[in-house]
């Protein structure tokens, strides 16, 4: 599905991370391989620390941090917050929306908006997408997107095939109406029947949590984890991504009459280095143009992924620069999407800490 949007336009990107760092070295010898083989694959992965919150911090915890670091900073008032959009695959509760948790807890406005969207690799662009359809009523002029998860509390720290890569974060995203007529393109595919790739089996309804579902099992592969936690198919993954997505981002060039040479940065999902490094070569991309630093310094935040990207790549430089940049967003659901837009001239882009 191809979409395009006119006079829209991102103003600011924040990124949240938790202090507490962990050292893939530090969490070697709790894996069930020799230590020599996971060091092997560290190397090959680019694995070397994550960011990963303590068994008390929420969701809701580090995207009400990250508003009220901005509030206080005199970068968003309250009032003019018209939308609340979360994307989140790890909400506080069932219910009610974690959005308006969020929005309760600040004391934001009740004449707007709260959404939650159950998403996650893709869901920066989901966001965006959303956010940019809300700005399209009368009554909506300002959007906060925020994307976070804390999916280290869903995975096993037994589990090399997922833990060492997992990471936590947040992030805060402003979208306004732009009062340029630069059009923004983006195309998005899914597809349900390859849900199991990406998979949390255990608590929901279909599978409710019980002392079995938390028991530890080896699947086969000298990994343990229980039905409680994350389980991904990597190479199921990996040829996804390498199958479907060069071919959606050259519809998008197509789509948006832009040349891949005019692309200032190729601002991706970060799923490790090695998948990424696989991608540009395949799309015979630059590394430079294509960075893919976030798992090795961060972990992957599924998709937080994105605004780290920017704000870890790019920074401060995009208060003062605009730059024509090519987003992309692929995994669980499954579910991936790309988007051609000029971001520049934030009023702020930037990480902090929880």
């Known amino acids: 599905m191809n979409l395009t949007f006119q006079n829209k336009k991102i103003t600011g990107i924040l990124t949240v991370l938790p202090k507490n760092e962990v050292k893939f070295d530090d969490e070697a010898s709790n894996y069930n391989f020799p230590i020599e083989k996971s060091l092997r694959?560290?190397?090959?992965?680019?694995?070397?620390?994550h960011r990963i919150v303590d068994e008390e911090t929420c969701v809701s915890d580090l995207c009400a941090f990250g508003l009220e670091h901005l509030i206080e900073s005199n970068l968003l008032k309250k009032d003019e917050i018209d939308a609340l959009i979360l994307v989140t695959q790890t909400p506080d509760?069932?219910?009610?929306?974690?959005?308006?948790?969020?929005?309760?807890?600040?004391?934001?406005?009740?004449?707007?908006?709260?959404m939650d969207i159950n998403q996650g690799c893709a869901g920066y662009l989901l966001g965006l997408i959303q956010?940019?359809?809300?700005?399209?009523?009368?009554?909506?002029?300002k959007v906060v997107l925020l994307n976070?998860?804390?999916l280290s509390?869903?995975?096993s720290s037994k589990d090399r095939n997922s833990y060492p890569l997992v990471g936590d974060a947040a992030s805060v995203t402003i979208v306004e109406r732009g009062v340029q007529n630069v059009p923004i393109y983006c195309n998005i595919k899914m597809d349900g029947s390859k849900a199991n790739s990406l998979i949390i089996p255990a608590g929901g309804l279909r599978m409710p949590s019980t002392p079995e579902t938390s028991e530890l099992e080896d699947p086969g592969d000298s990994?343990?984890?229980?039905?409680?936690?994350l389980i991904m198919d990597g190479t199921s993954v990996f040829n996804f991504v390498q199958t479907e997505v060069p071919p959606m981002v050259s519809d998008l060039f197509e789509m948006s009459k832009v040349n891949k040479d005019d692309v200032d940065y190729f601002m991706f999902h970060q799923p490790n280095r090695f998948m990424l490094e696989k991608l540009a070569d395949s799309m015979e991309i630059s590394y430079?143009?294509?960075?893919?630093?976030?798992?090795?310094?961060?972990?992957n935040s599924s998709s937080v992924t994105i605004p780290t990207t920017i704000t870890f790549n790019l920074g401060e430089q995009l208060q003062y620069r605009s730059y024509k940049i090519c987003l992309a967003g692929f995994g669980a659901g499954l579910t991936w999407s790309s988007m051609m837009i000029e971001l520049g001239n934030l009023d702020f882009c930037y990480i902090i800490e929880y």
């Open 223 to 229: 990994n343990l984890r229980s039905k409680n936690d």
């Open 153 to 155: 509390r869903k995975t």
């Open 131 to 141: 956010a940019f359809m809300l700005l399209d009523q009368d009554s909506i002029k």
């Open 288 to 299: 430079e143009k294509m960075p893919n630093n976030v798992v090795t310094n961060f972990g």
């Open 93 to 114: 509760h069932f219910i009610p929306p974690t959005s308006n948790i969020i929005q309760g807890r600040l004391g934001l406005k009740q004449d707007m908006i709260c």
């Open 148 to 150: 976070a998860d804390v």
């Open 41 to 49: 694959l560290k190397k090959i992965m680019g694995y070397n620390k």
